[in-house]
């Protein structure tokens, strides 16, 4: 089934590294993407890595991902006080015909000065 | 700013109510997908559109209906509004139907029920 699942809250001191957590269940997944959503904002697509990846670096943010395990974690080196949002990770199904995509909870980075 | 815009931004009305959301996506793209964002539900995927026709459905009321047009706009429609249809709505983008490319976001569109 298409299920999502992610700790819901963490907070982290500013100059730290931040690590968010997701697993999936569906292994059918070919996408897994981060996104982030500012208080009052829409959702900025951060990064995603494909299914067949091991890791993918952006400057500060590192994804990894374990298919054996379902997880899938985003890395955030140097956490600002900017980077406090609440993370959503979602998995799309690149052998379907649908686009559609199913987002965990969400996780809320607290990140204290 | 992703491209996706959504009118209007806020919305308040009244149970038994009929409201229109609208979406236009980023130049080029063709798949239009809404989501619904409430506080007990999470973000949930309610219909997707390709270049005209509906692609995929989920957790979508029979109350709630789609459509896009022909330059690729599309509107959501809500009628008999309950309580519960309060939520954030948010229209996506992509170039094509499938998963294999970038969703972008509008900022959505905050739906007050009273």
């Known amino acids: 089934g298409e299920d999502v699942e992610q700790s819901l809250f963490l907070s982290v001191r500013e100059g730290d590294s931040s690590v968010i957590n997701c697993t999936y269940t569906d292994s059918s997944s070919t996408y897994l993407y981060w996104y982030k959503q500012e208080p009052g904002a829409g959702l900025q697509l951060l990064t995603y890595?494909?299914?067949?990846?091991d890791m993918k670096q952006d400057q500060r943010l590192t994804v990894l991902l374990n298919k054996k395990d379902k997880h899938l974690s985003l890395r955030i080196a140097d956490t600002q006080t900017g980077d406090s949002a609440i993370y959503f990770c979602a998995e799309s199904f690149g052998s379907s015909n649908t686009g559609k995509l199913i987002f965990g909870q969400g996780t809320t980075l607290q990140v204290k000065p | 700013d992703s491209g996706v815009t959504q009118t209007p931004k806020h919305l308040i009305t009244a149970t038994g109510q009929r409201v229109t959301l609208r979406c236009s996506p980023r130049s080029g793209d063709l798949s239009v997908y809404w989501y619904q964002q409430s506080l007990d539900q999470g973000l949930q995927f309610l219909i997707q559109y390709y270049n005209g026709e509906e692609r995929a459905k989920g957790n979508i009321l029979e109350r709630f209906s789609a459509q896009q047009f022909p330059d690729l706009h599309s509107e959501l429609n809500l009628s008999s509004l309950e309580l519960g249809d309060s939520a954030l709505y948010f229209c996506?983008?992509?170039?094509?139907?499938?998963?294999?490319?970038?969703?972008?976001f509008g900022p959505g569109t905050r739906l007050t029920v009273l």
């Open positions: 890595i494909f299914s067949n990846m």
């Open positions: 996506a983008s992509s170039a094509r139907d499938r998963g294999d490319n970038e969703q972008f």
